[in-house]
């Protein structure tokens, strides 16, 4: 699976912006998505999860951090997911990347995900 993420930008405290990650290559309704961030100096770190969808629709996993103002969705027939977030602080500038996991069970390590994509910026200026 390849994953192309776009969507990061400027924006200023209180705005929103919405990522997209793309996937091409195996079937992408196979993996669970996530959505990772890493500010510089610090360790990569989980944002969002969305799990494959089955019979009951998907389950969706949120950072406390980011509970309430961000949003991860998905659609298949686009292969593609995305990161809506809105209510910007600048603690959430940092790069984005989005993550498929083909494991079967919920996993917030970034370790835990097999694909990655190449990241983009997020700048929230206060």
């Known amino acids: 699976v390849q994953l192309q993420a776009s969507g990061g930008g400027l924006v200023q405290a209180g705005g929103s912006l919405r990522l997209s990650c793309a996937a091409s290559?195996?079937?992408?309704?196979?993996?669970?998505m996530g959505w990772f961030r890493q500010a510089p100096g610090k360790e990569r770190e989980f944002v969002a999860r969305?799990?494959?969808?089955?019979?009951?629709?998907?389950?969706?996993y949120y950072a406390d951090s980011v509970k309430g103002r961000f949003t991860i969705s998905r659609d298949n027939a686009r292969n593609t997911v995305y990161l809506q977030m809105n209510s910007l602080k600048p603690e959430d500038t940092a790069v984005y990347y989005c993550?498929?996991?083909?494991?079967?069970?919920?996993?917030?390590?970034?370790?835990?995900?097999?694909?990655w994509g190449q990241g983009t910026q997020v700048t929230v200026s206060s």
């Open positions: 290559g195996r079937s992408f309704s196979n993996y669970a």
């Open positions: 993550a498929a996991d083909s494991g079967a069970f919920v996993a917030y390590a970034a370790g835990r995900y097999d694909y």
């Open positions: 969305i799990s494959r969808i089955s019979w009951s629709g998907s389950s969706t």
